[in-house]
């Protein structure tokens, strides 16, 4: 069974830029969640998407966002990039229905902002 | 709010010593808890898994055990491995409505010699 797959791994941008990240979760999951994991603040959570919709967000600036499409991938968009978003963001699914609602992660894409 | 305290890193060890990384948290209702491992470069892989009070969750050695009363989940390990080197986090999924994303620990990193 694949797991949680993300894109790109790595990413290099520049301060004001805009980014999507992506990610596919595992088969049968319909949530996906995403976190950020910045140098020196840990695992931060993001956003929770479920069934298409936004069910949950963090405390983090409006000018982060996301959708949740038909299929259950999902987009994390970042506008007008700052030096502090560098970070790993790393995206989780599961499944409300079984499992204890465990989250499996992918193996995240790594954005610079210069 | 919720929250995860985690014993602070560094851990040093010697190939075959004992580990113990210490996980305390806070929470109301009942929460299931986690213990995640990050291998250096990648993302998070589950290690293991508790969902209610006295569950032990085990995999590949390492035990942990859902201590409702003193509100702990510490990691054990019998005999440690260089392979095991790696960050470890603990984390806390309330399961209550609208918040089901995951609260982690800071980490800790331990570093396992031979």
């Known amino acids: 069974e694949a797991g949680v797959t993300q894109s790109p791994t790595h990413l290099i941008k520049t301060r004001g830029q805009q980014v999507t990240l992506r990610c596919s979760p595992i088969?049968?999951?319909?949530?996906v969640y995403w976190y950020q994991q910045a140098l020196g603040l840990g695992l931060q959570f993001l956003l929770w998407?479920?069934?298409?919709?936004?069910?949950n967000r963090g405390n983090f600036p409006p000018r982060f966002s996301g959708r949740q499409f038909p299929n259950y991938s999902s987009e994390l968009n970042v506008n007008a990039l700052e030096l502090e978003d560098s970070a790993l963001y790393l995206c989780?699914?599961?499944?409300?229905?079984?499992?204890?609602?465990?989250?499996?992660f992918g193996p995240g894409t790594r954005l610079l902002v210069l | 709010g919720n929250s995860v305290t985690q014993m602070e890193g560094p851990v040093t060890l010697s190939e075959e010593a004992f580990l113990t990384i210490n996980c305390t948290y806070t929470?109301?209702?009942?929460?299931?808890l986690f213990w995640y491992v990050q291998y250096p470069g990648e993302g998070l892989q589950l290690l293991l898994k508790?969902?209610?009070?006295?569950d032990k969750g085990s995999n590949k050695g390492f035990e942990a055990t859902y201590r409702k009363e003193t509100t702990s989940f510490h990691l054990e390990k019998g005999s440690v491995q260089v392979s095991d080197s790696a960050v470890y986090f603990c984390?806390?999924?309330?399961?209550?409505?609208?918040?089901?994303?995951?609260?982690f620990g800071s980490g800790t990193q331990l570093t396992v010699l031979p």
């Open positions: 989780a699914s599961s499944s409300l229905a079984g499992d204890l609602e465990t989250q499996y």
């Open positions: 088969s049968g999951h319909t949530s």
């Open positions: 998407y479920d069934e298409g919709e936004e069910r």
């Open positions: 929470a109301t209702g009942y929460p299931s």
């Open positions: 508790a969902t209610k009070a006295d």
């Open positions: 984390a806390l999924n309330p399961l209550s409505g609208s918040a089901r994303q995951l609260t």
